[in-house]
């Protein structure tokens, strides 16, 4: 099994900024992909932003030159920087990890959610 742990989240003014990180535990042999969605009160869960194995990256467009996603520091963690935050931005954000386990079989796990609220 994987166990996805989140943190960073909380309540910051508009043009602030919060870094979110996802740490994955468990009987991983490798991790394919890490990834932040965030669902907002009344809508439908969005990709805010995906890391590869590779380093590749993509993100919305919305969030495009004011989110950074990286990984790093501690092993199969990712973060997200936040800079210049909007209201807009207040959901719940959710950590995605799509891998494979040490028998070799694939799978997706998700976080529990970590609120991020933008407001003055």
């Known amino acids: 099994q994987v166990h996805l742990v989140e943190s960073g989240g909380g309540l910051v003014q508009p043009g602030g900024s919060l870094e979110l990180s996802c740490t994955a535990s468990g009987s991983i042999f490798s991790i394919n992909s890490m990834a932040w969605y965030r669902q907002a009160l009344g809508k439908e869960r969005e990709l805010v932003a995906r890391?590869?194995?590779?380093?590749?990256?993509e993100y919305a467009d919305s969030v495009k030159g004011r989110f950074t996603i990286s990984r790093g520091g501690v092993q199969n963690t990712v973060y997200l920087q936040m800079n210049n935050l909007r209201p807009e931005d207040t959901a719940v954000y959710f950590c995605e990890v799509i891998g494979a386990y040490t028998n070799f079989r694939s799978f997706s796990s998700w976080g529990q959610g970590t609120q991020v609220t933008v407001s003055s």
């Open positions: 890391v590869t194995a590779g380093a590749s990256t």
